[in-house]
């Protein structure tokens, strides 16, 4: 995990997270893995980065926004059971998630610098909401690359840099 960046971490920048579910595991969203245990291999090391991040969170009182793709399946324990008290969670119904955490973030009524964002599914729902966020936000938006899985997208470059 890039430790200049996430040292940045702050009580003004907001951590994301997006379709960190068992559905996602089960259905085996990791699509370069070569196999089985490469796939489990990579599933956990996403999920121990953002158990990482939300630690960190919770030390830096930075807010935490959970997004899941449906109500069907919950953000895997490894994640919950380390959550703030205060986080927010959205069940959303497209593959982009920026109008929640825009709505979250503009209901706080503070500034935010920038925004962490982590989850699974690169190509489709992470993607969009990266794509949304720096539409919307006008902030930089931070891919946290150690936190966000499958490799099958794009390595998102349009995402800004910042330290």
């Not at 559905?23 to 121990?48: K, L, Q």
């Not at 497209?94 to 503070?110: M, W």
């Amino acid at each position: 995990m890039n430790g200049t960046i996430v040292e940045n971490m702050t009580e003004h920048t907001p951590l994301v997270i997006i379709d960190m579910q068992e559905y996602f595991y089960d259905r085996g969203y990791f699509e370069t893995a070569p196999d089985a245990e490469a796939f489990d291999d990579e599933w956990h090391s996403v999920v121990e980065s953002i158990r990482h991040l939300v630690l960190l969170a919770k030390e830096r009182k930075s807010p935490v926004i959970v997004l899941e793709y449906d109500y069907d399946s919950p953000t895997v324990d490894a994640i919950s059971s380390v959550l703030p008290e205060n986080y927010a969670c959205f069940t959303k119904e497209t593959d982009s998630g920026a109008n929640y955490v825009c709505e979250f973030l503009h209901r706080q009524k503070r500034r935010y610098d920038a925004v962490f964002v982590t989850g699974v599914n690169r190509g489709a729902c992470v993607s969009d909401t990266i794509d949304d966020l720096l539409d919307r936000l006008r902030k930089p938006i931070v891919a946290v690359d150690d936190a966000i899985g499958d490799e099958e997208g794009c390595d998102y470059d349009l995402a800004q840099p910042w330290t």
